[in-house]
């Protein structure tokens, strides 16, 4: 079954850990530095769209899923037309 899942891109120390542990809802917070690094100070070129693409394949199979604040993650956001809320 589809869903409508919300987008929530979340700066440190808004909760979203303590969200996750406590709702029933099924809920991804994606690290995106798993994304933007190949290893210890080597920075991946993909990097948002890699990023972009998981995101891509978790929209309509989870509920919420939380990503990255950074400036380059929240305009690839937009320019790949994923709605998303900014908190802060």
């Known amino acids: 079954m589809r869903t409508n899942t919300i987008v929530v891109s979340g700066f440190p120390g808004v909760g979203k850990t303590e969200f996750s542990k406590y709702t029933s809802r099924k809920v991804a917070d994606s690290d995106s530095s798993r994304f ?38 929240r305009a690839a956001l937009v320019g790949n037309n994923i709605n998303f809320i900014l908190v802060y």
């Open 36 to 73: 933007k690094w190949l290893s210890s100070g080597v920075v991946n070129l993909e990097f948002p769209n890699n990023y972009i693409t998981h995101i891509q394949g978790n929209l309509g199979s989870i509920d919420i899923q939380f990503v990255s604040t950074h400036k380059d993650v």
